[in-house]
């Protein structure tokens, strides 16, 4: 299978870690492991930008950093990046760490292929506004 991966980490920078982190080399390692061509998109929060292979995982860094966190510019740069890339050779499914994905789920030109979307780290907004609509302890569960 021809996967993209997408990730407001990049994998390569030894300066990076942290569960996402973690989690997103992980999957890429397992993924090429089992042979599956593998691409990931992620922002750069350092002087890399451009295409590079780093352990058969074909890394799309996006030059948009400003701050340590994926921001609204990224997300566009990341869609064309992403329509880019599936024109040239079509993907067969997505994986979004984290929001990274938010963005390519709301494209209509993609809409069948299948989105597989990792929530790490659900904000205090989530768990309050849940708390509202049920009113009970277990929305922690």
């Not at 064309?80 to 938010?102: K, M, T």
């Not at 494209?107 to 929530?119: H, Q």
Request: proline content about 3%.
């Amino acid at each position: 299978m021809h996967i993209c991966i997408v990730s407001p980490v990049e994998i390569n920078n030894r300066e990076s870690w942290g569960g996402i982190h973690t989690h997103t080399e992980m999957l890429c390692k397992i993924l090429v492991k089992l042979g599956h061509s593998v691409t990931l998109i992620v922002p750069s929060y350092s002087e890399t930008v451009g295409v590079q292979l780093y352990q058969g995982i074909h890394i799309i860094t996006i030059n948009e950093s400003q701050s340590k966190v994926a921001n609204c510019m990224w997300l566009r740069k990341e869609i064309q990046s992403f329509l880019s890339l599936h024109n040239q050779n079509s993907f067969d499914c997505i994986f979004s760490e984290g929001n990274a994905g938010y963005e390519l789920m709301k494209e209509k030109s993609i809409a069948k292929l299948p989105f597989f979307y990792f929530i790490h780290v659900p904000s205090f907004m989530h768990f309050y506004n849940n708390w509202k609509e049920v009113c009970n302890l277990r929305i922690f569960i």
